[in-house]
């Protein structure tokens, strides 16, 4: 497995969870590291994504309430979700990915279920 995510479950309108995803130290290096969230019947979207660069990209329907960042020293990338939404249900997988080479990898995904 190269990229093991971890931190899902289940959790309250308005609480909070983090997302955590360790790489090979090739693929956290070489890649943009995100997180996709695929809600029941829905296709796979881009949540949030960090670049090696420290730039960051969010969706809109999670700035403000989500945090990605990047942990250089354990290969590990973060996603504090706060203010959740039962809109925000789904399952949320990590992905390693470079558009210039290209390479393109998933983690198993998380469950996350956010309650009324």
């Known amino acids: 497995v190269q990229l093991q995510a971890s931190g899902g479950g289940l959790v309250q309108a308005g609480g909070s969870l983090r997302l955590s995803c360790t790489a090979s130290?090739?693929?956290?290096?070489?890649?943009?590291m995100g997180w996709f969230r695929q809600a029941p019947g829905k296709q796979r979207d881009l949540v949030a994504r960090a670049f090696s660069s420290g730039n960051t990209y969010y969706a809109d329907s999670v700035k403000g309430r989500f945090t990605i960042s990047r942990d250089n020293a354990k290969n590990t990338v973060y996603l504090q979700m706060d203010g959740l939404k039962p809109e925000d249900t789904g399952v949320y997988y990590c992905?390693?990915?470079?558009?210039?080479?290209?390479?393109?990898?998933w983690g198993q995904g998380t469950l996350v279920t956010v309650s009324s």
């Open positions: 130290a090739t693929i956290f290096r070489d890649n943009a």
């Open positions: 992905n390693a990915n470079n558009i210039l080479r290209p390479t393109n990898y």
